[in-house]
């Protein structure tokens, strides 16, 4: 795991307008985070552990570039993460051991934000990006509702 931290807070504004998680923000919320250097960026390699089942979440992750497996604890596949895509949200939320692994099946760059970096942020902010967690784990159980109807059925 490599942290970036040579960003400039051009290209990491460019980075966080690519992804929707951070569209719910407002400008100036952005460059807030941005200015205080609140949102971490890390590069992981092929194989690499971003998220190890069992340990402790402190932090979650959106998804930049590349693939991520997520593995159970006996090391079977059962989902991918691509680009854009949220992760390690409910041992986040919950403050609760994480449920799964995730790996890198192949080089990936992930913004990350921990729970204290998130206190540090403005009120407003803090609970846009609470609402949108919550937005997103709603929108996951209803997908997998959907997929366990087809299953069912």
């Given at each position: ?74 090391g ?39 729970h ?26 209803s ?11």
């Amino acid at each position: 795991m490599i942290e970036i931290k040579h960003l400039s807070p051009l290209k990491l504004s460019e980075l966080m307008n690519r992804l929707e998680f951070f569209r719910a923000l407002e400008p100036i919320d952005k460059k807030h985070l941005v200015e205080k250097h609140l949102i971490k960026v890390r590069s992981y390699r092929q194989g690499e552990y971003l998220i190890e089942y069992g340990e402790h979440g402190d932090e979650f992750f959106m998804l930049m570039a590349g693939i991520l497996d997520v593995k159970t604890a006996n090391g079977n596949k059962v989902a991918e993460i691509e680009p854009g895509q949220v992760f390690g949200e409910v041992a986040f939320i919950l403050n609760e051991k994480r449920t799964a692994s995730i790996v890198a099946s192949e080089d990936v760059v992930v913004m990350l934000l921990d729970h204290k970096t998130l206190k540090m942020m403005p009120v407003n902010v803090r609970d846009k990006i609470k609402d949108k967690l919550i937005a997103g784990l709603v929108n996951r159980v209803s997908e997998l509702n959907s997929k366990l109807e087809r299953f069912i059925l």
